[in-house]
């Protein structure tokens, strides 16, 4: 019996050490991050360059200040901290409010007064901007005045986060009646730039084609729907849009509490991390920080 106690309290106090040793790598990164916030502060940057500026430098920080002090081992796992702790504190700091604030973590379709955003993480932006370019050029009116066009059409794909929408979000969105907007959204179809959900009537719905998305919603989508088999599909839906729009970086959990209840919403997730399509990456005070399994994301 004696030694059962010790076996538990030395994995108890093993586990309090990790515990404390995160804490404290956290702290030495966010301590750089707020300092190199600092003497960034004053460059006349838009947030999305000075938000760039800040993780880059911070990265240069951690090299200059713990090179010949650390192990290689321990700077490459702080390194690879960075990616997860950055997108969590960076919105918090004054320097990321505006960020924060405009750029909501899910969105399925395009409400009609939401803030348009060209780069939302959930899109594969550089391949979608090569496509309406190159390919995209003939299909909408070049002319700025006309209600379809391509900075207008931009603005919505934003919105939409690659989910789901309807005819009535695109003619809204536009400004166009139905008939005009089905033509439109024939020909995109057609083009290669959306996808159709083969359903019928006023259960039809586009999405983004998956070739321009973070997440690899071709497969992802049956990975959910063979994860929660009993649940109601429009709700399996919107939990697929849900991940997408993530676009594999980190979440809190309790982000997902305005859209279930606490208890069926911790429901849900053990079985998404049960099925791989979840995993948990560390615990902030009493919320757990969670992201898409590495396994979905494009490379």
């Known amino acids: 019996m004696a030694g059962d106690k010790k076996t538990v309290v030395w994995k108890q106090e093993s586990k309090d050490l990790r515990t404390q040793a995160e804490k404290l790598d956290r702290a030495l990164v966010t301590g750089l991050m707020l300092e190199v916030i600092l003497e960034a502060s004053s460059l ?20 200059d200040n713990l090179a010949g002090r650390v192990t290689l081992e321990r700077f490459r796992h702080l390194l690879s901290q960075v ?11 004054t320097a990321g409010a505006s960020k924060a604030s405009a750029a909501p973590l899910f969105l399925a379709a395009p409400p009609p007064a939401a803030a348009a955003s060209p780069a939302r993480r959930a899109l594969r932006v550089d391949r979608l901007r090569a496509w309406l370019r190159e390919e995209g050029q003939g299909l909408l009116p070049q002319r700025p005045h006309r209600k379809v066009n391509q900075d207008r059409l931009w603005e919505f794909l934003g919105r939409t986060q690659g989910g789901w929408f309807r005819l009535l979000d695109f ?3 536009f400004g166009v009646d139905r008939k005009t907007a089905w033509e439109y959204l024939q020909k995109l179809l057609h083009a290669g730039l959306l996808r159709h959900n083969r359903a019928r009537s006023a259960a039809v719905r586009y999405a983004l084609e998956t070739r321009f998305l973070v997440i690899r919603a071709e497969t992802l989508e049956p990975g959910v729907k063979a994860a929660l088999p009993d649940l109601p599909p429009k709700l399996v839906e919107q939990v697929s849009a849900w991940l997408i729009a993530t676009g594999g970086e980190v979440f809190r959990e309790k982000e997902w509490h305005g ?41």
Not at 49 to 63: F, G, Y
Request: net charge positive; aromatic share 6%.
């Open 44 to 63: 006349p940057l838009d947030p999305k360059t000075l938000r760039h500026l800040v993780k880059t430098r911070l990265k240069d920080s951690l090299a």
């Open 171 to 173: 003619t809204r969105h």
């Open 83 to 93: 990616d997860i702790w950055f997108p969590l504190y960076y919105p918090l700091t």
């Open 259 to 299: 859209r279930l209840e606490p208890l069926r919403c911790q429901q849900l997730i053990t079985r998404l991390k049960a099925a791989g399509l979840l995993e948990e990456v560390c615990q902030v005070g009493e919320s757990r920080m969670l992201r898409i399994g590495r396994r979905w994301l494009r490379e």
